[in-house]
């Protein structure tokens, strides 16, 4: 028989897929549909090395599972081109963005069809084209005209080395994100998004949603919806009031002091001559520090007393007025009421400058008094110290103090979120200009729609200015223009959009690409929207999502889609790391797909990027594991090349069929349910028993069977033994096999299950089980699990039908 030979047949069935536009979806195929989507990547400089392709495979294993179910299945890839990987690289390399990305793009292409995965590139988009980025100025615009599209001058984060504005989640520790240089702060006129209008939205709509519940949670940690009161304090002696935010009303008769933001704007008010130089000079040292900083834990507290003085207004009682970093002045109000014996930053605060502690929340049976506490009890109790208050359990006491202040409107009940206006605008170069022209006269105008793409323009230096205007500021011929409203001469605004814009809606561009009189039809959007497993890292588990899921609100709220969340089913691939580290070039531990590829082919790696481990976990290459998977490969290909060279199929016995059908339900729920990495084992045992078969016979469905189901794992491979078991047409235009429950049916037998020695745990499996299944599945028990963690498994012994022992060390 012809031996086993990735590097003629994986090229041929790539040909032949893409000969016959296999891959292309078709917008009027009756079937019903299937969006598979993969987070579309950044076209790196560095190419895409094996742990790339984890969450590729697996997207396509999907496609292909479903198209042999009979879906329609759009399976779409493009580019993120824009933003500061792309820019970064082109300033070092010296080489225009757009001719770097144009590279990038055409080497990641090239790999990316190497995978061998059923992308259909009829509809590849890239965010870098004036054809796509028309529609995202055109998004813009449309929330520029709803009021959610606004300037702010606001200190932002500034990168000195990139030169440019970040944003908060650019910023890690204080340092840049891409180069890892100290933030400063910077005041600058920026463009804001209104993503805090949608904040309950974006919470209340989690629920529905098949995603992993550890995204749900992040996300709704982002969001941090948290429920209080604004309760307003006089200031004594002056108009001026102070507006606190508080989760704890029930707390405030224990209120000893109160804080206000260093940049609070009635600081300066209220300030007494005495205090004004000390006051002032923390002012300017607070200004200097980042949120992050500011929010560090178990920092030693610092601040500075205002001379002033607040009227608590439940009992009257005087307030010291002090200004500290740790009330930070874009949440809530800016200004706290302090109860240090209930609020752990309040309580360190009291002791470092000596302010009064008073209990007024205590269990029953308690007796603690401010002199015992070693921190702050913010657990559970009853109202202590309170007034008529005294004696309330705390929940009950934090809506009735809120009633009291409510009816004399000095307080009412609020709910704050953590969730920030997203900072829209980057003084860079490579990213979409914001359509926006500024006049004297009219104001900010927005670019006419049919005007749009706001192109941008060609430059020579493409390099931030470290100005903070943005390199288009310069090139006077771009930036003067005339008003679209009255004429007159007006300026074009010369920021451009953060890396996020474009991937925040090219889900929605897949389904109608080469649209050009809007940014996709109503019918397109009817035919394959929402996406139905949207695959990628666990990295975009807040942001991107977050900002999908609002752009979706948004263009649903102005009637242009007609379902509120974009991506039904989320999966997160884990990553794989080489040497216990995460691939990188920097590290010289990236295992590159090309010559893998060479010796072994496309469908070994295929394979192995799927058995490597359970998909959503961390996971480590092992060249002798991947070595294993080649070798089944080679395995299966001689035992199914030579059986039909013999041409001799029998009927089917009865213990064939069990076992084909047992495949079937094995290799289907394991898909389901994403345990694809034993959807391979039941591969591997499966072909152990072919092989051991042979010697009676082997019939045709058992071959076929197994060539079909394989064929989502490894594509090229089973097209090849289709065609020589004899088929003319392509094996994806078959259907995924069903199995029948009354041929399952079988005896069980209870296997003690030893651990050096010790039994530890029993399993209930089918007497027919394979070593290997048994030896699986015995090590998933919870209690051998307990005793081969962390050590290495020296044998395995199983004594057919009897017993397994496992012998561990270490
Ligand atoms: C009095 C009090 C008593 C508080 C008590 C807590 C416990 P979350 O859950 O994060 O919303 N706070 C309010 N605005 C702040 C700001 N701008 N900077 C720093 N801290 C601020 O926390 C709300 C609580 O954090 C508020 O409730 C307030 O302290 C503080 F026993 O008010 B609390
Ligand atoms: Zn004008």
């Known amino acids: 028989a012809r031996k086993y ?36 990547p950044y076209p790196s400089g560095s190419g895409l090395h094996v742990g790339h392709w984890r969450g590729y495979v697996l997207s396509d294993v999907w496609s292909r599972y479903k198209t042999l179910q009979g879906y329609n299945v759009l399976h779409p890839m493009g580019w993120d081109a824009f933003g500061l990987p792309a820019e970064n690289y082109a300033i070092q390399n010296k080489i225009h963005p ?23 590139w009829s509809r590849e988009i890239n965010t870098t084209d004036p054809e796509y980025y028309k529609w995202t100025q055109w998004i813009f615009v449309q929330m520029f005209k709803k009021g959610l ?28 994100e891409r180069c890892g240089a100290e933030i400063t702060k910077k005041n600058l006129k920026q463009w804001m998004l209104k993503i805090t209008a949608y904040a309950q939205r974006l919470l209340d709509d989690l629920k529905d949603l098949d995603w992993p519940e550890k995204v749900k949670k992040m996300q709704t940690n982002w969001i941090g919806r948290s429920e209080g009161a604004e309760i307003t304090f006089k200031v004594d002696g002056h108009d001026e009031t102070i507006t606190v935010f508080t989760t704890r009303p029930d707390t405030l008769f224990g209120a000893t002091y109160m804080v206000l933001a260093p940049e609070h704007p009635v600081v300066e008010k209220i300030t007494t001559p005495e205090q004004k130089t000390s006051v002032e000079k923390y002012v300017d040292e607070t200004l200097k520090k980042s949120n992050v900083e500011r929010m560090i834990e178990d920092k030693k507290k610092t601040g500075v007393f205002t001379g002033a003085y607040a009227i608590n207004p439940i009992n009257g009682e005087k307030l010291p007025i002090w200004i500290s970093d740790y009330v930070l002045m874009d949440y809530g109000t800016g200004a706290i009421m302090a ?280 996971v480590e290459w092992s060249d002798q594991g991947f070595e294993g998977v080649a070798r089944f490969l080679n395995r299966t290909w001689n035992l199914i090349t030579e059986i039909v060279e013999e041409g001799k199929f029998i009927e089917p016995t009865k213990e064939l069929e ?38 009676t016979g082997v019939d045709r469905a058992s071959i076929e069977t197994l060539v079909l189901l394989l064929a989502p794992f490894t594509p090229h491979l089973s097209e090849e033994l289709w065609e020589i078991l004899g088929h003319n047409e392509s094996i994806f235009t078959e259907k995924w096999p069903e199995y029948d429950p009354e041929m399952l049916v079988t005896q069980e037998m209870e296997l003690p299950i030893q651990v050096n020695g010790k039994v530890r745990d029993t399993l209930v499996i089918d007497v027919n089980a394979s070593k290997e299944e048994i030896l699986t599945k015995a090590k998933e028990l919870s209690n051998v699990q307990k005793h081969i963690e962390g050590k290495t498994i020296v044998k395995e012994i199983y004594v057919p039908k009897k017993i397994v022992n496992i012998v561990v060390k270490g």
């Not at 990735?6 to 917008?27: F, G, L, R, S, V």
């Not at 757009?98 to 259909?120: H, S």
């Not at 000195?160 to 520790?173: D, F, I, Q, R, S």
Request: net charge negative; aromatic share 12%; charged share 30%.
């Open 149 to 176: 599209a606004y300037r702010k001058e606001m200190p932002i984060n500034w990168c000195p080395e990139c030169k440019t504005g970040l944003a908060n989640e650019e910023v890690v520790n204080g340092c840049c």
């Open 339 to 618: 109860v240090p014996a209930h609020d752990q930053r309040d309580f360190e605060f009291a002791k470092e400058f000596g302010l009064p502690i008073k209990v007024v929340i205590r269990p029953d049976g308690e007796t603690f008094e401010a002199e015992d506490l070693k921190e702050a009890y913010t657990g559970p109790g009853k109202m202590v110290n309170s007034g008529e208050f005294t004696g309330l359990d705390w929940e009950e006491g934090k809506k009735k103090v809120t009633q009291y202040l409510a009816d004399r409107g000095i307080g009412k009940a609020t709910v704050n979120y953590k969730l920030r206006d997203w900072v829209f605008s980057r003084q860079r170069y490579w990213g979409e200009p914001i359509p926006i022209i500024h006049c004297e006269k009219c104001g900010m105008v927005a670019v006419p729609e049919e005007e749009l793409p706001v192109r941008l323009p060609d430059v020579e230096s493409y390099e931030p200015t470290g100005t903070g205007e943005s390199p288009l500021a310069a090139i006077e011929e771009w930036v003067n223009t005339t008003c679209p409203e009255c004429g007159g001469p007006a300026k074009r605004e010369t920021d451009t959009m953060p890396q996020w814009a474009g991937s925040s809606w090219y889900f929605l561009r897949y389904p109608d690409p080469h649209n050009t009189e809007e940014p996709f039809s109503k019918k397109a959007m009817k035919k394959w929207m929402p996406v139905d497993l949207y695959v990628g890292g666990v990295e975009h588990a807040i942001l991107h999502l977050l900002y999908a899921r609002f752009f979706t609100k948004f263009l649903y709220d102005i009637g242009v889609v007609d379902f509120k969340e974009p991506f039904k089913r989320l999966f997160n691939q884990g990553m794989i790391y080489k040497d216990g580290a995460k691939m990188s070039k920097s590290k010289g531990n990236v295992v590159s797909p090309d010559e893998l590829i060479e010796k072994y082919g496309r469908d070994a790696i295929r394979l192995y990027e799927l058995f490597i481990g359970p998909p959503e976990v961390d």
């Open 98 to 120: 757009a001719k770097a990305v144009k590279t990038n793009i055409e080497n990641f292409k090239r790999q990316l069809k190497d995978i061998g995965a059923m992308y259909d």
């Open 658 to 695: 069990r076992a084909r059908h047992g495949l079937i339900k094995d290799v289907t729920e394991r898909i389901e349910e994403m345990k694809l990495n034993t959807a391979v084992s039941a591969f591997m045992s499966y072909v152990n028993f072919l092989s051991k078969q042979r010697e």
């Open 5 to 40: 030979n990735p590097q003629e047949i994986e090229p041929k069935w790539q040909k032949y897929w893409e000969e016959k536009k296999m891959h292309q979806a078709n917008d009027d195929d009756p079937r019903p549909k299937y969006y598979c989507l993969d987070m579309f």
